[in-house]
């Protein structure tokens, strides 16, 4: 806080050569230290002696308890320092006049909240009763015997028990209790609805009758009573119809009666006055050469049965299909190896048609229509070519001609790796009886002839002197001398040197073997 400095007249300044008068007086330190430690002791008694003069009380509040001081002269002024706010309906052991001692112990059990659904309105009370039939009368509503009555939702009556009350809410700091427990907190509510029972008259075969209910429905309310009525019998109004107090319900019964057919047999019941009518009624329609026992015109009465036969005539047709040939001719105008269809083959179909009688869907008699030829078989016919085109080739060897290009699967051998005992009279030979060695190959004779020339891309010209078991199709072994052997494992285009050998000798459909990718290429 400012302090506001003292003016001096001008005599009260002192003399010439004096203390100048506004120069600050000091104070010393111990002075200060002292009026701090007396002022903070004053300051210490004086809140000591607040709280110890506070009386100590005991609050619950639904079984939460805490202990308070207070210097409020009253139980209802403490509850209103602590912002405790009480219900007409709610308990406390203690008036809220009665003053406060140390002590004192204070009990509060709040009223608990119920809420009444019913007759179109929504009832908020505080109870401390426990069962259906006592908040009911404490709320001033009466039910009758046939009204239903639900608790949170299931059924009850009203000596049904309301259930334990729940405390709901309150706050927690970081795990450490709430100095005042109840705060922030509620006990739960529960709810009880009401549905009224109205009076429904009946009129039956017998004398009428009168039908409490809680349904919706019509349809509900007769079958909450346990009314037995089929489909076939009418009910006047229909059983969607709202339920309403005094509503009269006419009931006409309906005949039994079972329909047989080849489905099995069928029960119902019926109002219909003929057997058209009935059939009509349950959309059974007639169709064709269909029969129907008794007649369409027969009056319906009780446990009549009627027998429907289907009768249907169904059409089949059978049929032989003949597979067509194929033939093979030589084009002398197209190159070897290549081909094409002259034809394309079509196949005979020869065709039966049958009619089958069926009554309820089982044949009862089979007999043949007609026959006839719908389709001649047509050859297929397919050429390949026969035509050889010399052609010239570029290699390091020079300039080849081959007649013939074909894949082949190309392996290697030599006499010391062909698996032939060294002893053997046959070692180092091969088919044709020459010695093993490089410009050799093996081959199926079927494919090249043996002893005429060949040209491997990689490899270069060998002669066709040698076969082995395994080399079968467009299969090429290439021999190498002893000791020199390159593994070879691969798909190559093996050119055949002129010249070509006589027709007859040549194989113009090479087979398809081995089964390699590169030859299905």
Known sequence: MAVAEPTLSPEA??????????????????????????????????????????????????????????????????????????????RITTPLGKGLLPGLVIEIVRARPVVVQG?????????????????????????????ELTLAGQPA????????????????????????????????????????????????????????????????????????????????????????????????????????????????????????????????????????????ETVVTDDLEVTITQVEHRFDVEEEVTPYSTIWQADPELEIDQRRMENEGVRGIQRWRYRTVLEDDEPVDRFLEDHWLAQQPITRVLKYGTDIIPRELETTEGTLTYWRKVRMFATSYSADEAGTPVDAPYYGLTRSGTPVGYGVAAVDPSVVKLGSKVYVPGYGVADALDTGSAIKGRWIDLAYEEGQLVPWSRCVDVYLLTPEPPSYQIEYFLPDRPRVRCLQQ
């Open 13 to 90: 300044k002192p003399e010439s050569g004096s203390r100048e008068w506004n120069q600050p007086i000091e104070v010393p330190f111990l002075s200060v230290v002292v009026t701090l430690v007396l002022a903070v002791a004053i300051l210490g008694a004086l809140v000591w002696g607040y709280f110890s003069t506070a009386a100590p009380v005991t609050i619950s509040i639904d079984g939460l308890t805490a202990r308070v001081n207070s210097h409020q002269s009253t139980v209802g002024d403490l509850l209103g320092e602590l912002q405790v706010t009480l219900t007409p309906e709610d």
């Open 119 to 147: 007759d179109s309105r929504e009832r908020h009370l505080r109870t401390h009763l426990t069962t259906v039939g006592g908040v009911l009368n404490e709320a001033g509503i009466t039910t009758g015997p046939h009204d």
């Open 157 to 296: 009556n009203v000596d049904t028990l309301l259930p334990l009350p729940e405390l709901l809410g309150g706050r927690q700091f970081s795990g450490i209790p709430e100095p005042l427990p109840w705060q922030g907190t509620e006990l739960s509510a529960v709810e009880i609805a009401i549905v009224r029972a109205v009076p429904l008259v009946l009129h039956d075969e017998g004398p009428s009758v009168t039908l409490w209910t809680t349904a919706s429905t019509i349809g509900e309310a007769l079958t909450e009573h346990g009314l037995q009525f089929f489909i076939g019998d009418r009910v006047r109004p229909g059983l969607g119809t709202p339920a309403s107090a005094g509503a009269q319900i006419f009931l006409d019964r309906s005949k039994p009666v079972s329909v047989r057919s080849g489905d099995g047999i069928w029960r119902t019941r019926t109002r219909a006055a003929t057997v058209s009518d009935l059939l009509t009624e349950n959309g059974l329609v007639l169709a064709g050469l269909d029969r129907v026992e008794p007649s369409l």
